[in-house]
Nanobody, 116 residues
Framework: QVQLVESGGGLVQPGGSLRLSCAVS????????MSWHRQAPGKERELVAH????????NYADSVKGRFAISRDNAKDTVYLQMNNLKQEDTAVYYC?????????WGQGTQVTVSS
């Protein structure tokens, strides 16, 4: 059974930082690209960052470039999202996604709230 479990969300002030983690089990993690997505209330889910299976290539949404960094540890079957200089508009539920053949797998999400 494939499981993706996110952690690290919470309440942070504007300008602050958070580090999200997504622990993956039930598949060969190092074979697959991973990505982080987010969904704010009343909005569609959007891609935030993507990393290939080796970790050597990453891509980001324009809105987070220079502030967020995606990384992975294939020895720990975990993908991370370091979020710096957070803004109120970053408030959303953040999901990790395993890009396997077919529909892929989603985590349950972790809430990030940026507010003073």
């Amino acid at each position: 059974q494939v499981q993706l479990v996110e952690s690290g969300g919470g309440l942070v002030q504007p300008g602050g930082s958070l580090r999200l983690s997504c622990a993956v089990s039930g598949l060969t993690f190092s074979n697959y690209a991973m990505s982080w997505h987010r969904q704010a209330p009343g909005k569609e889910r959007e891609l935030v960052a993507h990393i290939i299976n080796t970790g050597s290539k990453t891509n980001y949404a324009d809105s987070v470039k220079g502030r967020f960094a995606i990384s992975r540890d294939n020895a720990k079957d975990t993908v991370y999202l370091q979020m710096n200089n957070l803004k109120q508009e970053d408030t959303a539920v953040y999901y990790c996604y395993a890009r396997t053949p077919g529909p892929g797998y989603w985590g349950q999400g972790t809430q990030v709230t940026v507010s003073s």
